[in-house]
């Protein structure tokens, strides 16, 4: 196929993407005139009901929180098939130059970088209070680690994110989500049923079991996006061994 044609089916594609685009969002109902009955109604029960705050949160990991399991394991096969196609045993590190930045860069990138570590450990920990939850606070986690490469180098990155410590924290917050929902049916509930004490309306003790299910995303979601900056990262830094005769 030429370039050209090739060229021809991107246009043609992106004008019927676009069309539809346009069309899906002049649809759209006009900024505060909510069409949808269900927002509603979960925000006249879902406090009460599950004692926090943030309704969005009480959504993803409680009212619908077997579908967001089924993201949690999108995203997990989706890193390890990353992994499996890039991660390559035969390979011997290059020698990776140390890039000389400034006492300034650095001192700044370390202090954005433990900044954005506490950003992330609060995201987390208020997720079911406030606006945030693990999905955002494992975002957020995983660019303190990207900081330490940008404002540092290869090497001070990789001494802080041992892939083996990695693949495990992964595999902890997929497997973690699901050993929440068996403990649910071993205490004669449906799967993922909420549990435990609901505690006070705003403080941390709260919301019963959803609380480990945000943090068992955060795991997760943190451990994939460094894991994936890993891998993409190691592809610059490491070659193939070459094979002796």
Known sequence: MSRGVRSGLFLVSAAGLTALLLWAVADLPDFGHYRGPYGKVLNSVAVGERHTTNVVAAVVFDYRGVDTMGEEFILFASVMGVALLLRNPHRERRQVPVRIQSDAVRLAGIGFAAGLLVLGLYVVAHGYLTPGG????????????????????????????????????????????????????????????????????????????????????????????????????????????????
């Open 134 to 245: 693990g999905f955002q606070g494992g975002v957020v986690l995983a660019s303190a680690f990207v900081l330490v490469y940008l404002a540092g180098d290869y090497h001070a990155y990789r001494s802080m994110s041992p892939t083996p410590a990695i693949d495990v924290l992964g595999a902890t917050g997929a497997g973690g989500y699901t050993v929440v929902g068996i403990v649910s049916l071993l205490l004669g509930s449906a799967f993922l049923h909420n549990f435990g004490p609901l505690g006070t309306t705003g403080k941390l003790a709260s919301g019963g079991s959803i609380p480990f299910l945000n943090v068992a995303s955060a795991l997760e979601v943190s451990a994939a996006f460094v894991l994936l900056f890993s891998e993409f990262l190691d592809e610059l830094v490491v070659r193939p061994k070459a094979r002796s005769e």
